[in-house]
Protein backbone atom coordinates (compact mmCIF):
# COMPACT_ATOMS: atom_id res chain seq x y z
CA UNK A 1 0.00 0.00 0.00
CA UNK A 2 3.30 2.26 0.21
CA UNK A 3 2.72 5.01 -2.19
CA UNK A 4 -0.50 4.06 -2.87
CA UNK A 5 -3.73 6.45 -3.30
CA UNK A 6 -5.64 5.94 -0.17
CA UNK A 7 -8.57 7.46 1.73
CA UNK A 8 -8.95 8.14 5.38
CA UNK A 9 -11.86 9.29 7.65
CA UNK A 10 -12.08 12.87 8.18
CA UNK A 11 -14.24 14.43 10.95
CA UNK A 12 -15.49 17.62 8.94
CA UNK A 13 -15.18 16.02 5.21
CA UNK A 14 -16.02 12.55 5.47
CA UNK A 15 -12.87 10.42 3.82
CA UNK A 16 -10.09 12.76 2.69
CA UNK A 17 -7.65 11.31 -0.10
CA UNK A 18 -4.02 10.96 0.35
CA UNK A 19 -0.84 8.29 -0.09
CA UNK A 20 1.38 6.40 2.73
CA UNK A 21 4.95 8.11 2.61
CA UNK A 22 6.23 6.38 5.74
CA UNK A 23 5.43 3.32 8.17
CA UNK A 24 5.70 5.09 11.74
CA UNK A 25 5.72 2.96 14.79
CA UNK A 26 2.40 4.45 16.01
CA UNK A 27 1.01 3.53 12.17
CA UNK A 28 0.85 4.62 8.62
CA UNK A 29 1.92 8.37 7.67
CA UNK A 30 -0.68 9.93 5.58
CA UNK A 31 0.14 12.46 3.27
CA UNK A 32 -3.35 14.57 2.38
CA UNK A 33 -3.28 15.13 -1.40
CA UNK A 34 -4.20 18.72 -0.25
CA UNK A 35 -0.77 19.65 0.43
CA UNK A 36 -2.10 22.69 3.08
CA UNK A 37 -2.95 19.57 5.41
CA UNK A 38 -0.16 18.17 7.45
CA UNK A 39 0.81 14.50 7.48
CA UNK A 40 -1.80 12.34 9.73
CA UNK A 41 -0.28 9.02 11.42
CA UNK A 42 -3.32 6.17 11.21
CA UNK A 43 -3.88 2.92 11.52
CA UNK A 44 -4.26 0.30 8.53
CA UNK A 45 -7.79 -0.14 9.77
CA UNK A 46 -9.02 3.18 9.25
CA UNK A 47 -7.27 3.27 5.58
CA UNK A 48 -9.40 2.44 2.55
CA UNK A 49 -7.72 1.83 -1.11
CA UNK A 50 -8.78 4.46 -3.56
CA UNK A 51 -9.37 3.99 -7.40
CA UNK A 52 -6.30 4.40 -9.87
CA UNK A 53 -8.26 7.53 -11.94
CA UNK A 54 -9.94 9.12 -8.70
CA UNK A 55 -11.68 11.72 -11.24
CA UNK A 56 -13.83 8.71 -13.29
CA UNK A 57 -17.02 8.03 -12.60
CA UNK A 58 -18.91 4.58 -13.11
CA UNK A 59 -22.95 4.53 -13.79
CA UNK A 60 -22.47 0.97 -11.04
CA UNK A 61 -20.81 1.60 -7.94
CA UNK A 62 -20.03 -2.56 -8.28
CA UNK A 63 -18.11 -1.67 -11.66
CA UNK A 64 -15.56 0.27 -8.82
CA UNK A 65 -12.28 -1.73 -8.17
CA UNK A 66 -12.52 -0.87 -4.84
CA UNK A 67 -15.70 -0.66 -3.89
CA UNK A 68 -15.69 0.79 -0.60
CA UNK A 69 -17.61 3.27 1.78
CA UNK A 70 -15.05 6.29 0.91
CA UNK A 71 -15.09 5.30 -2.94
CA UNK A 72 -18.60 5.18 -3.67
CA UNK A 73 -19.72 8.00 -1.77
CA UNK A 74 -16.21 9.90 -3.58
CA UNK A 75 -18.17 7.79 -7.29
CA UNK A 76 -21.94 9.38 -6.04
CA UNK A 77 -19.36 12.85 -5.46
CA UNK A 78 -18.39 13.05 -8.97
CA UNK A 79 -21.38 12.18 -10.80
CA UNK A 80 -23.49 15.03 -8.78
CA UNK A 81 -21.11 17.57 -9.62
CA UNK A 82 -21.36 16.55 -13.37
CA UNK A 83 -24.83 16.58 -13.02
CA UNK A 84 -25.92 12.80 -12.77
CA UNK A 85 -27.94 12.31 -9.30
CA UNK A 86 -29.09 8.59 -10.51
CA UNK A 87 -25.88 5.86 -8.81
CA UNK A 88 -26.62 1.83 -9.11
CA UNK A 89 -25.68 -0.62 -6.71
CA UNK A 90 -26.26 -3.18 -8.53
CA UNK A 91 -30.47 -3.32 -9.27
CA UNK A 92 -30.64 -0.67 -6.55
CA UNK A 93 -30.66 3.20 -7.10
CA UNK A 94 -29.11 6.01 -5.24
CA UNK A 95 -30.96 9.35 -5.79
CA UNK A 96 -29.34 12.81 -4.64
CA UNK A 97 -31.44 15.50 -4.25
CA UNK A 98 -29.98 18.28 -7.02
CA UNK A 99 -32.54 20.84 -5.30
CA UNK A 100 -32.41 22.08 -9.04
CA UNK A 101 -34.74 20.94 -12.28
CA UNK A 102 -32.45 19.21 -14.78
CA UNK A 103 -33.14 19.93 -18.52
CA UNK A 104 -35.06 17.24 -19.95
CA UNK A 105 -34.31 14.69 -17.47
CA UNK A 106 -38.20 13.41 -17.21
CA UNK A 107 -39.31 14.73 -20.33
CA UNK A 108 -41.86 12.92 -22.25
CA UNK A 109 -38.54 11.49 -24.98
CA UNK A 110 -36.83 10.57 -21.70
CA UNK A 111 -39.62 8.46 -20.84
CA UNK A 112 -39.93 6.86 -24.22
CA UNK A 113 -36.27 6.06 -24.25
CA UNK A 114 -36.20 4.04 -21.17
CA UNK A 115 -39.06 1.70 -21.94
CA UNK A 116 -37.82 -1.82 -22.28
CA UNK A 117 -34.72 -1.04 -21.93
CA UNK A 118 -32.92 -3.33 -19.29
CA UNK A 119 -31.25 -2.11 -15.83
CA UNK A 120 -27.77 -0.94 -17.22
CA UNK A 121 -28.76 -0.22 -20.62
CA UNK A 122 -28.77 3.61 -20.05
CA UNK A 123 -27.89 6.00 -17.46
CA UNK A 124 -29.00 5.34 -14.53
CA UNK A 125 -31.99 6.62 -13.56
CA UNK A 126 -35.55 6.48 -11.81
CA UNK A 127 -37.75 5.38 -14.78
CA UNK A 128 -35.18 2.54 -15.22
CA UNK A 129 -36.33 1.15 -11.83
CA UNK A 130 -40.15 1.36 -12.76
CA UNK A 131 -39.53 -0.71 -16.38
CA UNK A 132 -37.31 -3.27 -15.05
CA UNK A 133 -40.80 -3.41 -12.21
CA UNK A 134 -43.50 -3.48 -15.17
CA UNK A 135 -41.26 -6.02 -17.13
CA UNK A 136 -40.46 -8.16 -13.97
CA UNK A 137 -43.82 -8.22 -13.12
CA UNK A 138 -45.15 -9.44 -17.05
CA UNK A 139 -42.74 -12.09 -17.33
CA UNK A 140 -42.44 -13.32 -13.34
CA UNK A 141 -46.73 -12.47 -13.42
CA UNK A 142 -46.07 -11.08 -10.06
CA UNK A 143 -47.04 -8.33 -8.41
CA UNK A 144 -43.90 -5.81 -7.83
CA UNK A 145 -42.92 -3.13 -4.49
CA UNK A 146 -40.65 -0.45 -5.09
CA UNK A 147 -39.50 1.17 -1.91
CA UNK A 148 -38.64 4.74 -1.77
CA UNK A 149 -36.39 5.36 1.23
CA UNK A 150 -34.41 7.92 2.65
CA UNK A 151 -34.29 10.82 5.14
CA UNK A 152 -36.74 14.32 5.03
CA UNK A 153 -35.57 16.05 2.08
CA UNK A 154 -33.83 13.53 0.11
CA UNK A 155 -36.51 13.54 -3.05
CA UNK A 156 -38.70 10.68 -1.92
CA UNK A 157 -42.29 11.95 -3.08
CA UNK A 158 -40.67 13.22 -6.23
CA UNK A 159 -39.26 10.13 -7.01
CA UNK A 160 -42.72 8.52 -6.39
CA UNK A 161 -44.41 10.91 -8.51
CA UNK A 162 -41.84 10.24 -11.55
CA UNK A 163 -42.64 6.36 -11.27
CA UNK A 164 -46.32 7.12 -11.28
CA UNK A 165 -46.08 9.44 -14.33
CA UNK A 166 -43.63 6.29 -15.85
CA UNK A 167 -46.09 4.02 -15.22
CA UNK A 168 -48.84 5.66 -16.61
CA UNK A 169 -47.76 7.79 -19.45
CA UNK A 170 -46.31 4.26 -20.86
CA UNK A 171 -48.86 1.47 -19.93
CA UNK A 172 -51.97 3.46 -19.73
CA UNK A 173 -54.77 4.11 -22.18
CA UNK A 174 -53.37 7.08 -23.75
CA UNK A 175 -52.91 9.49 -20.73
CA UNK A 176 -57.04 9.49 -19.93
CA UNK A 177 -59.01 10.01 -17.63
CA UNK A 178 -57.99 7.28 -15.08
CA UNK A 179 -54.24 8.03 -15.23
CA UNK A 180 -54.65 11.77 -14.80
CA UNK A 181 -56.81 11.39 -12.24
CA UNK A 182 -53.49 8.45 -10.34
CA UNK A 183 -51.62 11.65 -10.99
CA UNK A 184 -53.24 14.49 -9.52
CA UNK A 185 -53.94 12.34 -6.41
CA UNK A 186 -50.57 13.82 -5.43
CA UNK A 187 -51.40 17.33 -5.27
CA UNK A 188 -54.32 16.81 -2.81
CA UNK A 189 -51.70 13.92 -0.77
CA UNK A 190 -49.33 17.03 -0.69
CA UNK A 191 -51.59 19.53 0.37
CA UNK A 192 -53.18 17.84 3.72
CA UNK A 193 -50.52 15.68 4.71
CA UNK A 194 -47.55 17.33 3.77
CA UNK A 195 -45.79 20.55 6.01
CA UNK A 196 -43.04 22.74 5.94
CA UNK A 197 -40.03 21.53 8.79
CA UNK A 198 -36.54 22.30 9.24
CA UNK A 199 -35.17 20.55 6.37
CA UNK A 200 -37.94 20.27 3.52
CA UNK A 201 -39.96 22.43 2.66
CA UNK A 202 -42.45 19.89 1.29
CA UNK A 203 -41.72 16.99 4.12
CA UNK A 204 -44.00 14.38 3.84
CA UNK A 205 -45.58 13.87 7.29
CA UNK A 206 -47.22 10.52 6.69
CA UNK A 207 -46.50 7.11 4.51
CA UNK A 208 -48.31 5.75 1.58
CA UNK A 209 -48.66 2.57 -0.63
CA UNK A 210 -49.73 3.35 -3.94
CA UNK A 211 -50.61 0.70 -5.93
CA UNK A 212 -51.20 0.70 -9.65
CA UNK A 213 -53.52 -2.27 -10.94
CA UNK A 214 -53.06 -3.89 -14.39
CA UNK A 215 -55.19 -5.91 -16.08
CA UNK A 216 -54.66 -9.21 -18.88
CA UNK A 217 -52.79 -7.08 -21.20
CA UNK A 218 -50.71 -4.65 -19.10
CA UNK A 219 -52.54 -2.18 -19.14
CA UNK A 220 -53.55 0.67 -15.90
CA UNK A 221 -56.62 -0.63 -14.41
CA UNK A 222 -56.83 1.30 -11.59
CA UNK A 223 -55.48 2.31 -8.34
CA UNK A 224 -55.54 2.41 -4.65
CA UNK A 225 -53.84 4.20 -1.73
CA UNK A 226 -53.20 2.93 1.43
CA UNK A 227 -51.68 5.47 3.99
CA UNK A 228 -50.66 5.50 7.65
CA UNK A 229 -49.21 7.05 10.34
CA UNK A 230 -50.33 11.02 9.72
CA UNK A 231 -48.31 13.45 11.82
CA UNK A 232 -51.42 14.39 13.86
CA UNK A 233 -49.70 16.54 16.89
CA UNK A 234 -48.56 18.65 14.01
CA UNK A 235 -51.96 20.17 13.95
CA UNK A 236 -51.86 21.52 16.95
CA UNK A 237 -48.55 22.00 17.46
CA UNK A 238 -44.99 22.94 15.46
CA UNK A 239 -41.67 23.77 16.37
CA UNK A 240 -40.65 27.36 15.24
CA UNK A 241 -39.22 27.23 11.97
CA UNK A 242 -41.71 24.76 11.18
CA UNK A 243 -45.45 24.99 9.92
CA UNK A 244 -48.53 23.12 9.81
CA UNK A 245 -49.86 20.90 6.85
CA UNK A 246 -50.10 23.41 3.57
CA UNK A 247 -53.76 23.32 3.16
CA UNK A 248 -53.88 25.34 6.01
CA UNK A 249 -52.41 28.03 4.31
CA UNK A 250 -53.26 27.63 0.88
CA UNK A 251 -57.08 28.36 2.61
CA UNK A 252 -55.68 31.70 3.94
CA UNK A 253 -54.14 32.94 1.47
CA UNK A 254 -56.23 31.43 -1.51
CA UNK A 255 -59.62 31.12 -0.39
CA UNK A 256 -61.92 34.17 -2.39
CA UNK A 257 -63.17 37.29 -0.21
CA UNK A 258 -66.81 35.57 -0.23
CA UNK A 259 -65.34 32.17 1.70
CA UNK A 260 -63.19 33.56 3.78
CA UNK A 261 -66.00 35.37 5.27
CA UNK A 262 -68.30 32.63 5.27
CA UNK A 263 -65.36 30.60 7.07
CA UNK A 264 -64.67 33.78 9.48
CA UNK A 265 -60.55 33.42 8.22
CA UNK A 266 -57.91 35.52 9.05
CA UNK A 267 -54.04 35.31 8.71
CA UNK A 268 -51.99 32.45 10.14
CA UNK A 269 -50.91 34.55 13.68
CA UNK A 270 -54.40 34.88 13.67
CA UNK A 271 -55.15 31.25 14.98
CA UNK A 272 -53.33 29.52 17.92
CA UNK A 273 -52.51 25.98 15.85
CA UNK A 274 -50.09 28.07 13.22
CA UNK A 275 -49.07 30.84 15.23
CA UNK A 276 -46.92 28.76 16.96
CA UNK A 277 -44.63 27.86 13.96
CA UNK A 278 -43.66 30.04 10.78
CA UNK A 279 -46.92 32.02 9.86
CA UNK A 280 -45.01 32.93 6.33
CA UNK A 281 -46.70 31.94 3.16
CA UNK A 282 -44.88 30.08 -0.07
CA UNK A 283 -45.57 32.93 -2.38
CA UNK A 284 -44.14 33.85 -5.93
CA UNK A 285 -43.77 37.17 -7.12
CA UNK A 286 -46.79 37.07 -8.76
CA UNK A 287 -49.05 35.57 -6.53
CA UNK A 288 -47.85 37.75 -3.48
CA UNK A 289 -49.26 40.78 -5.24
CA UNK A 290 -53.18 38.97 -4.85
CA UNK A 291 -52.69 38.80 -1.42
CA UNK A 292 -54.35 41.68 0.88
CA UNK A 293 -52.72 42.87 3.44
CA UNK A 294 -55.17 41.35 6.13
CA UNK A 295 -54.43 38.27 5.12
CA UNK A 296 -50.79 38.42 5.74
CA UNK A 297 -49.48 37.65 9.48
CA UNK A 298 -46.71 40.20 11.17
CA UNK A 299 -43.93 37.98 10.82
CA UNK A 300 -44.89 37.96 6.87
CA UNK A 301 -45.12 41.59 6.82
CA UNK A 302 -41.48 42.08 8.30
CA UNK A 303 -39.76 39.38 6.92
CA UNK A 304 -41.41 38.53 2.93
CA UNK A 305 -42.76 35.78 1.67
CA UNK A 306 -40.76 32.03 1.88
CA UNK A 307 -39.58 30.75 -1.47
CA UNK A 308 -39.70 27.38 -2.89
CA UNK A 309 -39.43 26.12 -6.63
CA UNK A 310 -42.89 24.14 -6.32
CA UNK A 311 -44.81 26.02 -3.79
CA UNK A 312 -47.19 28.64 -3.73
CA UNK A 313 -49.97 28.75 -1.23
CA UNK A 314 -52.37 30.81 -3.49
CA UNK A 315 -51.42 29.06 -6.50
CA UNK A 316 -51.69 25.56 -4.45
CA UNK A 317 -55.14 26.14 -3.36
CA UNK A 318 -56.34 26.88 -6.90
CA UNK A 319 -54.48 23.72 -7.74
CA UNK A 320 -56.13 21.38 -5.20
CA UNK A 321 -59.48 22.76 -5.12
CA UNK A 322 -59.39 21.89 -9.04
CA UNK A 323 -57.63 18.58 -8.56
CA UNK A 324 -60.52 17.70 -6.04
CA UNK A 325 -63.19 18.35 -8.49
CA UNK A 326 -61.65 16.14 -11.04
CA UNK A 327 -61.82 13.52 -8.77
CA UNK A 328 -65.53 13.57 -8.44
CA UNK A 329 -66.12 16.25 -5.26
CA UNK A 330 -68.93 18.62 -5.82
CA UNK A 331 -68.87 22.34 -5.27
CA UNK A 332 -70.92 21.55 -1.70
CA UNK A 333 -68.61 18.93 -1.17
CA UNK A 334 -65.39 20.89 -1.49
CA UNK A 335 -66.56 23.34 1.00
CA UNK A 336 -67.46 20.94 3.29
CA UNK A 337 -64.44 20.04 3.21
CA UNK A 338 -62.88 23.62 3.83
CA UNK A 339 -65.36 24.13 6.56
CA UNK A 340 -64.25 21.39 8.33
CA UNK A 341 -60.35 23.04 8.01
CA UNK A 342 -61.31 26.30 8.98
CA UNK A 343 -63.09 24.58 11.99
CA UNK A 344 -59.85 23.12 13.10
CA UNK A 345 -58.30 26.26 13.56
CA UNK A 346 -61.07 28.12 15.44
CA UNK A 347 -61.57 25.14 17.76
CA UNK A 348 -57.68 26.06 18.45
CA UNK A 349 -58.49 29.53 19.30
CA UNK A 350 -60.91 28.23 22.12
CA UNK A 351 -58.89 28.74 25.62
CA UNK A 352 -60.37 28.01 29.37
CA UNK A 353 -59.74 29.71 32.67
CA UNK A 354 -60.98 28.34 36.27
CA UNK A 355 -64.78 28.30 37.24
CA UNK A 356 -65.06 30.08 40.34
CA UNK A 357 -68.48 28.77 41.29
CA UNK A 358 -68.04 25.28 40.68
CA UNK A 359 -66.72 23.52 43.63
CA UNK A 360 -65.45 20.57 41.92
CA UNK A 361 -62.62 22.37 40.43
CA UNK A 362 -63.69 22.43 36.93
CA UNK A 363 -63.47 25.39 34.36
CA UNK A 364 -65.07 27.19 31.66
CA UNK A 365 -64.54 28.53 28.59
CA UNK A 366 -62.91 32.58 28.47
CA UNK A 367 -65.37 35.20 27.77
CA UNK A 368 -62.54 36.04 25.38
CA UNK A 369 -63.22 32.70 23.33
CA UNK A 370 -66.93 32.64 23.41
CA UNK A 371 -66.61 34.42 19.08
CA UNK A 372 -64.32 31.52 18.30
CA UNK A 373 -66.99 28.57 19.94
CA UNK A 374 -70.10 29.85 18.27
CA UNK A 375 -68.15 30.18 15.10
CA UNK A 376 -66.88 26.77 15.56
CA UNK A 377 -69.88 25.07 16.57
CA UNK A 378 -71.77 26.60 13.40
CA UNK A 379 -69.28 25.57 11.29
CA UNK A 380 -69.51 22.30 12.24
CA UNK A 381 -73.31 22.43 12.66
CA UNK A 382 -73.38 21.69 16.78
CA UNK A 383 -75.09 23.53 19.17
CA UNK A 384 -73.29 25.77 20.83
CA UNK A 385 -73.83 24.27 24.99
CA UNK A 386 -73.15 20.94 23.52
CA UNK A 387 -70.04 21.69 22.66
CA UNK A 388 -69.24 23.53 25.61
CA UNK A 389 -70.09 20.79 27.55
CA UNK A 390 -67.99 18.62 25.18
CA UNK A 391 -65.40 20.71 26.03
CA UNK A 392 -65.26 21.35 29.56
CA UNK A 393 -66.64 17.73 30.85
CA UNK A 394 -66.27 14.49 30.54
CA UNK A 395 -69.14 12.02 30.32
CA UNK A 396 -68.37 8.84 32.92
CA UNK A 397 -70.47 5.91 33.25
CA UNK A 398 -70.95 4.12 36.91
CA UNK A 399 -70.30 0.34 36.83
CA UNK A 400 -70.15 -0.50 40.00
CA UNK A 401 -72.85 0.94 43.17
CA UNK A 402 -75.47 2.51 42.97
CA UNK A 403 -77.25 2.55 39.44
CA UNK A 404 -74.71 0.73 37.20
CA UNK A 405 -75.32 2.70 34.01
CA UNK A 406 -75.69 6.10 35.85
CA UNK A 407 -74.30 8.75 33.78
CA UNK A 408 -71.88 11.00 35.38
CA UNK A 409 -70.16 14.50 34.18
CA UNK A 410 -67.17 15.12 35.50
CA UNK A 411 -65.72 18.66 35.15
CA UNK A 412 -62.62 19.12 33.40
CA UNK A 413 -59.48 21.36 34.65
CA UNK A 414 -57.94 23.85 32.67
CA UNK A 415 -55.00 21.60 31.55
CA UNK A 416 -57.32 18.70 30.96
CA UNK A 417 -59.47 21.11 28.62
CA UNK A 418 -56.95 22.18 26.99
CA UNK A 419 -55.94 18.47 25.94
CA UNK A 420 -59.29 17.71 24.84
CA UNK A 421 -59.55 20.51 22.49
CA UNK A 422 -56.54 19.37 21.06
CA UNK A 423 -58.11 16.21 20.89
CA UNK A 424 -60.65 16.76 19.04
CA UNK A 425 -58.74 19.02 16.87
CA UNK A 426 -56.13 16.06 15.67
CA UNK A 427 -59.23 14.04 15.12
CA UNK A 428 -61.34 15.64 12.99
CA UNK A 429 -58.65 16.61 10.77
CA UNK A 430 -57.26 13.00 10.77
CA UNK A 431 -60.80 11.58 10.05
CA UNK A 432 -60.72 14.49 7.23
CA UNK A 433 -57.53 13.24 5.95
CA UNK A 434 -59.43 9.54 5.59
CA UNK A 435 -61.79 10.93 4.01
CA UNK A 436 -59.99 12.44 0.94
CA UNK A 437 -57.76 9.40 0.68
CA UNK A 438 -61.13 7.38 0.54
CA UNK A 439 -62.73 9.71 -2.19
CA UNK A 440 -59.38 9.18 -4.50
CA UNK A 441 -59.61 5.33 -4.01
CA UNK A 442 -63.25 5.94 -5.27
CA UNK A 443 -62.12 8.04 -8.26
CA UNK A 444 -59.78 5.16 -9.17
CA UNK A 445 -61.57 2.00 -9.35
CA UNK A 446 -60.49 -1.39 -10.62
CA UNK A 447 -62.85 -3.79 -11.76
CA UNK A 448 -60.38 -6.91 -12.44
CA UNK A 449 -56.30 -6.70 -11.52
CA UNK A 450 -54.05 -9.62 -12.40
CA UNK A 451 -50.96 -7.87 -10.77
CA UNK A 452 -49.91 -4.53 -9.14
CA UNK A 453 -46.96 -2.15 -8.54
CA UNK A 454 -46.56 -1.09 -5.05
CA UNK A 455 -44.85 2.24 -4.58
CA UNK A 456 -44.15 2.71 -0.92
CA UNK A 457 -43.24 6.27 -0.29
CA UNK A 458 -42.21 6.09 3.91
CA UNK A 459 -42.22 9.40 5.26
CA UNK A 460 -38.50 10.73 6.06
CA UNK A 461 -36.34 10.98 9.56
CA UNK A 462 -36.43 13.56 11.09
CA UNK A 463 -34.72 14.37 14.55
CA UNK A 464 -36.71 17.41 16.88
CA UNK A 465 -36.13 18.52 19.93
CA UNK A 466 -39.32 16.79 20.95
CA UNK A 467 -40.26 14.09 19.04
CA UNK A 468 -44.05 12.77 18.72
CA UNK A 469 -45.21 9.39 18.77
CA UNK A 470 -46.32 9.69 14.59
CA UNK A 471 -42.59 10.78 14.78
CA UNK A 472 -41.27 8.47 16.86
CA UNK A 473 -43.00 5.56 14.59
CA UNK A 474 -41.37 6.56 11.60
CA UNK A 475 -38.29 6.86 12.61
CA UNK A 476 -39.01 3.23 13.49
CA UNK A 477 -40.29 2.23 10.28
CA UNK A 478 -36.69 3.76 8.76
CA UNK A 479 -34.44 1.64 10.59
CA UNK A 480 -36.42 -0.93 10.18
CA UNK A 481 -36.31 -0.60 6.29
CA UNK A 482 -32.95 0.07 6.70
CA UNK A 483 -32.43 -3.04 8.89
CA UNK A 484 -34.47 -4.90 5.76
CA UNK A 485 -31.59 -3.42 3.63
CA UNK A 486 -28.55 -4.86 5.75
CA UNK A 487 -29.98 -7.98 5.78
CA UNK A 488 -30.77 -8.57 1.78
CA UNK A 489 -27.71 -6.58 0.49
CA UNK A 490 -24.89 -7.31 3.38
CA UNK A 491 -25.41 -10.01 5.48
CA UNK A 492 -26.95 -12.37 2.55
CA UNK A 493 -24.90 -11.76 -0.23
CA UNK A 494 -21.50 -12.42 2.06
CA UNK A 495 -22.89 -15.26 3.23
CA UNK A 496 -23.39 -16.41 -0.24
CA UNK A 497 -19.81 -15.20 -0.75
CA UNK A 498 -18.56 -17.53 1.89
CA UNK A 499 -20.65 -20.68 0.65
CA UNK A 500 -19.20 -20.59 -2.79
CA UNK A 501 -15.40 -20.03 -1.36
CA UNK A 502 -15.13 -16.70 -3.15
CA UNK A 503 -12.40 -14.56 -0.98
CA UNK A 504 -14.47 -11.40 -0.99
CA UNK A 505 -13.16 -9.35 2.01
CA UNK A 506 -16.17 -8.47 4.36
CA UNK A 507 -17.66 -5.07 4.43
CA UNK A 508 -18.22 -3.79 8.14
CA UNK A 509 -21.54 -2.22 8.80
CA UNK A 510 -23.57 -1.04 11.92
CA UNK A 511 -25.97 -3.31 12.78
CA UNK A 512 -28.99 -1.62 13.82
CA UNK A 513 -31.00 -4.27 15.99
CA UNK A 514 -30.11 -3.25 19.14
CA UNK A 515 -31.68 0.70 18.20
CA UNK A 516 -34.47 -1.22 16.89
Not at 3 to 31: C, H, M, N, R, Y
Not at 110 to 138: C, E, N, V, W
Request: glycine residues 6%; charged residues 25%; proline residues 3%.
Amino acid sequence: MNSEKVWLPDPTEGFLQGKIVEFADDGPVVQPTDRSLRPITTSYDRLYPAEEDDTKDVDDNCGLMYLNEATLLNNIKLRYKKGKIYTYVANILIAVNPYTSIPDLYSSKTIRQYMGKSLGTLPPHIFAIADKAFRDMKVLKTSQSIIVSGESGAGKTESTKYILNYLCSNFGQSAGSLERKILNANPILESFGNAKTTRNNNSSRFGKFIEIHFDSRCQVAGGYISHYLLERARVVSQNAQERNYHIFYQLCAGASDAMRKKLKLGAPDAFRYLSGGCTQYFLTKQSERSVAADRLSAEHKKKGCLSDAIIDDVIGFQTVDKDLGNIGMSDAERMEVYTTIAAVLHIGNISFEEDPDDNRGGCRVKESSESSLLTTASLLGLDTDELRRALTARVMQATKGGYKGTVIMVPLKVHEANSARDALAKSLYSRLFDYIVMRINHSIPFQTSNYYIGVLDIAGFEYFAVNSYEQFCINYCNEKLQQFFNQRILKDEQELYKKEGLGVKNVKFVDNQDCI
